[in-house]
């Protein structure tokens, strides 16, 4: 924003001054900051998600092992019964 004032001295005369007012770019800066915050946030949000995949996966697969190894224990006993 621009501004013009004129200014009178004692002697008579006038002469024009120009101010012009600029940002201090902190608006720019915060948006920044702001930015990387979320970015970084996010990337641990998917890394913390992709971890919580592979232990679900594994507990999943753990678990059908303990499956098939009780079915074979299973016809095991019932093969030694009869």
């Known amino acids: 924003m621009v501004e013009e004032r004129i200014v009178e001295t004692p002697n008579g ?13 902190g608006g720019v800066a915060i948006a920044i900051v702001l930015l990387i915050a979320v970015l970084i946030g996010g990337y641990f949000l998917f890394v913390h998600q ?22 074979k224990a299973g016809g095991a006993i019932d093969g030694a019964t009869k």
């Open 50 to 71: 992709g971890s919580e995949t592979a232990k679900n996966n594994a507990i999943t697969s753990a678990a059908k092992s303990v499956e098939k190894t009780a079915d």
């Open 13 to 25: 005369s006038t002469h024009t001054t120009v101010i012009e007012r600029r940002g201090g770019g």
